[in-house]
T-cell receptor
Framework: DAGVIQSPRHEVTEMGQEVTLRCKPISGHNSLFWYRQTMMRGLELLIY????????DSGMPEDRFSAKMPNASFSTLKIQPSEPRDSAVYFCASSPAVRVVYGYTFGSGTRLTVV | AQSVTQLDSQVPVFEEAPVELRCNYSSSVSVYLFWYVQYPNQGLQLLLK??????LVESINGFEAEFNKSQTSFHLRKPSVHISDTAEYFCAVRANTDKLIFGTGTRLQVFP
């Protein structure tokens, strides 16, 4: 298995532009999680899905952030408009199920820089 | 609500020395505990986990962690570290919710 695949690996954009981050979970994993990692805040859970349905988006910073999971093999995290404070590494992770006691498998992350 | 505390943000050690990375959690219910490792410019990888049973769990690369319910701790240890163990280590807890809550991480720096 190729693991959790995220794209792009690096993204540099100007303030005000729309940014779309992509994630392909491991086949057969029913749960998908988006995390953001910064030096100041560490790892923050933004949103997670179970069977393509958003379960908890309480970690999404504000309305500029949105996430979708149109099918079991693809998810996007969109920031519109982007701001410098959104600069961070964004990780996607997947798990076989939400309430089963598995750990998560993380992707390699997308390093976002907003200038 | 659950929470995880990693008191040490950085732990410098010399190669072949023992190391302990501390993790304490808070929860009013039974928990599942995890340690993840993050090498530079990579995602997090599961190192080991405690679900139930034996309170001492081991990883394939020589790390071990012991679940101590009375002290609400899950410290990570290795008797002799290598340069290649230099990384960031995250403790995480999962209770009867869907979320995995991470600590702030401990950067282990191994010097020759």
């Amino acid at each position: 298995d190729a693991g959790v695949i995220q794209s792009p690996r690096h993204e540099v954009t100007e303030m005000g532009q729309e940014v779309t981050l992509r994630c392909k979970p491991i086949s057969g994993h029913n749960s998908l999680f988006w995390y953001r990692q910064t030096m100041m805040r560490g790892l923050e859970l933004l949103i997670y899905f179970n069977n393509n349905v958003p379960i908890d988006d309480s970690g999404m910073p504000e309305d500029r952030f949105s996430a979708k999971m149109p099918n079991a093999s693809f998810s996007t995290l969109k920031i519109q408009p982007s701001e410098p404070r959104d600069s961070a590494v964004y990780f996607c992770a997947s798990s076989p199920a939400v309430r089963v006691v598995y750990g998560y498998t993380f992707g390699s992350g997308t390093r976002l820089t907003v200038v | 609500a659950q929470s995880v505390t990693q008191l040490d943000s950085q732990v410098p050690v010399f190669e072949e020395a023992p190391v302990e990375l501390r993790c304490n959690y808070s929860s009013s219910v039974s928990v599942y505990l995890f340690w993840y490792v993050q090498y530079p410019n990579q995602g997090l990888q599961l190192l080991l986990k405690y679900l139930s049973g034996s309170t001492l769990v081991e990883s394939i690369n020589g790390f071990e962690a012991e679940f101590n319910k009375s002290q609400t701790s899950f410290h990570l240890r290795k008797p002799s570290v290598h340069i290649s163990d230099t990384a960031e280590y995250f403790c995480a807890v999962r209770a009867n919710t869907d979320k995995l809550i991470f600590g702030t991480g401990t950067r282990l720096q191994v010097f020759p």
